[in-house]
């Protein structure tokens, strides 16, 4: 729950997901105009986890998605995406925002495990390419190896998705906006009116509830 006047938004989402990637200028317009009434906590939802097959990059389904829906949107938020040359299992990157967290860095290593997928077609199961991209935020190469290696943080990406699970989120981006005792789900990359009009909600809520 959020305390004082802070507006909490939970945010579930997946490194191989364009459309989570699309909704961060949405969710940093909301911080930018709020500004620290808005807290913003990235969660990890994996959208083909083992043993579930993953997509194949040159599937006619995943052409025709980007044609139609990611490429058009990417236009309207003006972020420039392409559709990446492999399509991973994203359970490593999640570990890898996790050790993050602990670092103070959170924020950073999730726009740039985005960046590296979306905008540069980087292999986010590959722990090299892992590491590379924790260096550029400012991480510890041996450290992140090592909680890479022996999966230190697998756990709590796992209790992320259970309690996805137990919210009843099935898609990402999915987001749980708080600000007194209701809890707000917003499901999709909402344009930001719709996401602001949900924001507000919250706070009247706290404000009728105080």
Same mark, same amino acid.
């Given at each position: 729950?959020a +305390? ?46 083992? &043993?579930? &097959?993953?997509l ?15 490429? *058009?949107?990417?236009?309207e938020?003006g972020?420039?995406?392409?559709? &990446?040359?492999?399509? *991973?299992?994203?359970r +490593? /990157? ?5 050790? /993050? ?14 960046? /590296? ?7 986010? /199961? ?11 935020v ?34 990402v ?22 996401? +602001? ?9 706290r404000?009728?509830?105080?």
């Amino acid at each position: 729950m959020a +305390k004082d006047n802070t507006v909490r938004i939970l945010v579930w989402s997946d490194y191989v997901c364009p459309f989570c990637y699309l909704e961060r200028p949405v969710l940093e317009r909301a911080q930018a105009e709020l500004g620290h009434g808005v807290e913003i906590d990235w969660r990890s939802f994996e959208l083909r986890p083992e &043993p579930e &097959p993953t997509l194949d990059p040159n599937a006619e389904y995943l052409h025709r998605v980007w044609n139609q829906s990611v490429y *058009p949107m990417a236009q309207e938020r003006g972020m420039v995406l392409k559709l &990446p040359p492999v399509q *991973p299992r994203s359970r +490593k /990157a999640h570990e890898t925002a996790e050790f /993050a967290r602990q670092a103070g860095r959170l924020d950073a290593m999730n726009n740039a495990l985005f960046k /590296a997928f979306f905008e540069d077609g980087r292999d986010l /199961a590959d722990i090299e390419v892992l590491i590379d991209i924790g260096q550029a935020v400012g991480l510890d190469a041996g450290e992140l190896r090592e909680a890479l290696t022996s999966g230190r943080f697998e756990q709590r990406v796992i209790e992320d998705q259970q309690l996805a699970r137990q919210i009843g989120i099935s898609g990402v981006p999915a987001l749980i906006v708080t600000a007194g005792a209701q809890a707000y789900l917003v499901s999709g990359a909402q344009p930001y009116e719709a996401v +602001k009009d949900v924001i507000a909600r919250a706070i009247a809520d706290r404000n009728d509830g105080a």
